[in-house]
């Protein structure tokens, strides 16, 4: 099995105390089954668990911290236990995978701070590298080596520097069979107001859309950036769902919308980081957006 990644992955690294948005404030903490076990040897660390519900999940503060993080904003499990301490959903964040027969495939969320730095300010064109292999590796079949196709194809519209990001933006629509739904910038932006709200700053943010605001494009790369993300990202589970069209429009709309949201306030990075958490982080909003598109 190869094990792929984007050419920026392997530059990486949680910024921790610097961080000015913690993934360990305002998320529930899932504990996975094993981490639970390990953690009976560590009563300091198993008082702060819920182990009635389901799943197991840590007591968060009454500020909805993560009774582990001090305040100088570092993990005092990490300090005292060592990194293995950690639950899985702690060791992987902000990592996401996809996987196919052939290949796994992992990827940096953009909801993380350092990770929508990262990514966004990658200005090489990105490429898929082998991580590691364990040699075993299965043969593709004919749906992935088509899917990997498309994919590819995609891939390279989105990164033709030779046209605007518009011009790409409306190929990839096109060589997607896919459309979105005419609607303007301010009639978007109530459809994702709409939805849940994990952050009341996404919602003053979005009722500052206007269908005049300036198109902010006088750097193209961080955009062709947040097209590649979203296709490699949510194009993948297309091969169950079907939808490879509507994904196609999902990674499309989702760059239109960074790039209002950028023209009110003035920070891509952190505007990357609010759609996402609010967007990919909450499988009923990235639902209701995809089904949306697929009417």
């Known amino acids: 099995m190869n094990y ?31 981490t639970l076990h390990s953690y009976r040897r560590f009563p300091d660390i198993l008082r702060h668990i819920d182990t009635s519900a389901e799943p197991a999940h840590f007591r968060l503060t009454e500020d909805e911290r993560c009774p582990f993080l001090n305040e100088c904003g570092l993990c ?35 909801c993380c701070e350092a990770a929508a ?16 292999t364990d040699g075993e590796n299965e043969p593709e079949s004919e749906e992935e080596t088509a899917f990997f196709a498309l994919r590819d194809r995609l891939f390279a519209i989105a990164q033709d ?6 011009e790409r933006m409306q190929t990839l629509l096109e060589a997607a069979d896919a459309q979105i739904p005419d ?8 459809i ?25 494009y006088d750097n193209p790369i961080p955009y062709e950036q947040l097209l590649v993300y979203f296709l490699y990202r949510h194009l993948a589970p ?23 949201m950028t023209a009110v306030t003035g920070d891509l990075t952190d505007m990357a980081r609010l759609y996402s958490s ?18």
């Not at 609607?183 to 109530?190: D, G, P, R, V």
């Not at 009341?200 to 009722?207: I, N």
């Not at 609010?278 to 009417?295: A, G, K, M, P, Q």
């Open 76 to 110: 005092e499990i990490i300090l005292h236990h060592g990194e293995d301490a950690l639950c899985q959903i702690c060791a992987d964040h902000p990592r996401f995978r996809n996987f196919f027969d052939s290949r796994t495939e992992t990827g940096l969320g953009l």
């Open 117 to 132: 730095q990262l990514i966004l300010g990658t200005t090489e064109k990105v490429t898929l590298e082998i991580l590691e």
């Open 192 to 216: 994702f107001r709409n939805l849940e709200c994990l952050d009341p700053a996404r919602d003053e943010v979005l009722s500052k859309i206007a269908d005049d605001l300036p198109e902010i």
């Open 161 to 166: 520097r030779t046209k605007s990001i518009d």
């Open 278 to 295: 609010e967007v990919e982080y909450s499988e009923e909003n990235l639902d209701e957006i995809l089904w949306t598109l697929d009417e």
């Open 238 to 260: 297309a091969m169950d769902d079907g939808m490879s069209a509507a994904r196609t429009a999902f990674a499309v709309l989702s760059t239109r919308m960074i790039r209002a």
């Open 4 to 34: 792929i990644a984007p050419s920026y992955y392997k530059n990486f690294r949680c910024i921790a105390g610097d961080c000015r948005h913690s993934c360990c404030i305002g998320w529930e903490i899932d504990v996975d089954d094993d």
């Open 183 to 190: 609607k303007s910038l301010t009639e978007w932006a109530e």
